[in-house]
């Protein structure tokens, strides 16, 4: 039992807003057509905005450029877990050097803990568990319980009117 002789409407949805079968591929081709239009011009202005950064840029430094000369202050830490402070020769400086040879043998002036320096042959202790290993030209190697620190001597600078010659 069919109504009409011609197909239904609900076959053809277009039909019931008015668009003919013609004008349909037309009509969604101008719609895509306008939305790749607004993509592209939203991408462009995306990538052609001149945006400044929210920090000013820095340059990142490639490791450190100053050695370090001293181990690392563990003074308050080992207060903590009932270390006295200044009883273990955590606090070397060196003062200057007498190096003998290639081979780390010498005589190094340090001063431990504030106190004044004392001149020390490779191979002697420091303090408890601290004996210096080695005496080169710039720098002291100390061995702390099986641990090597490297040490070296503070840079002078040049004193006017000297030029140094190479």
Known sequence: MMRGAGPMVRDRPWERIGLSGA????ICTFVLVLALAVTITVWALDFTARRTPSEPVRPVTVGNPAPRTQAADIAPIAFLFGAVP???GSNIKLVG???QGK????VALLAVDGRPP??????REIAAGVTLAEVRADRVLINRS???QEIRLPAKSTPEGIVKVR
């Open 23 to 26: 004008n349909l591929p037309r």
């Open 86 to 88: 200044g009883a273990d």
């Open 97 to 99: 050097v007498i190096a």
């Open 103 to 106: 081979r780390g043998q010498g």
């Open 118 to 123: 004392l001149a020390l042959r490779a191979g």
């Open 146 to 148: 099986g641990a090597v």
